[in-house]
């Protein structure tokens, strides 16, 4: 009876210890807490997205450049033409009047020809505009031509009138010969006219294509204005021939 008992409590004993082996066994393979809290990054993440660059470029300016031409300012002292013709027995300065030669120049330029069409005695302000039946050959007409020296380098022919005094003008007219003159002779393409107090500083009123009618001698060019001057300029454009007969400016 004491070997049972002594058995059992040996028995106890081992089961305790085996018991206990087991369990030291257990707690040692359980994963140890981390003590330590992920660290936070202090850092923010970078964007990986770059700032889309613009696309846009600056848009170019839509100002127009600012002319450097002074405007035009009326003299208040300038005189009041009260509808007279004031450039009527006015002289004048001009460019180079044609001196056609004959066959061996292709009836072309010569410098020492006779002017075939010449100004005599101030036609352009004599007051007497040519009659509209009147020939190529009536003395009332000058005759400029393309092919003048000069006119390239003026971008045509020209004629400048002193007015001797500075006028409020509102209508300025050429009267050039139509294609009724035959013999090649055609209004010209382009009449323009200019002011100016002093003769240097000019201003342009504008431009004008002359009336024509090939039943008439005359092709006048008229342009209607408001503006002040002593001087007047008229440059005309012509694609052979230019006639013409008289100015007027009132």
Not at 37 to 45: D, E, G, R, Y
Not at 194 to 222: C, I, K
């Amino acid at each position: 009876m004491k070997k049972l008992s002594l058995l059992l409590a040996l028995l106890m004993v081992l089961t305790c210890c085996v018991l206990a082996s087991c369990s030291e066994e257990e707690t040692s393979s359980a994963p140890e807490a981390s003590s330590t809290a992920p660290a936070t990054s202090s850092t923010a993440p970078e964007s990986s997205e770059e700032a889309p660059e613009s696309s846009e470029e600056a848009p170019e300016s839509s100002e127009e450049e600012v002319s450097t031409e002074p405007e035009f300012e009326k003299n208040p002292d300038a005189l009041a033409t009260e509808g007279a013709n004031v450039a009527e027995g006015k002289t004048y300065t001009r460019s180079l009047l044609y001196r056609q030669g004959g066959a061996d120049v292709e009836w072309g330029w010569d410098e020492n020809a006779n002017i075939a069409y010449p100004d005599d005695a101030n036609d352009l302000t004599d007051g007497a505009i040519a009659a509209d039946d009147a020939a190529y050959t009536d003395a009332a007409w000058m005759g400029f031509h393309k092919n003048a020296p000069d006119y390239a380098e003026n971008n045509g022919a020209w004629i400048i009138v002193d007015l001797e005094n500075s006028y409020v003008l509102s209508e300025l007219t050429l009267y050039t010969g139509s294609i009724f003159l035959g013999s090649g002779i055609a209004a010209p393409t382009n009449v323009e006219f200019l002011v100016s107090e002093d003769g240097e500083e000019w201003y342009s009123v504008g431009s004008v294509v002359p009336t024509t009618d090939e039943t008439v001698a005359n092709a006048p060019a008229t342009i209607e204005c408001d503006v002040t001057g002593r001087y007047v300029k008229i440059v005309v454009q012509t694609p052979g021939w230019a006639f013409l007969s008289e100015f007027t400016a009132k």
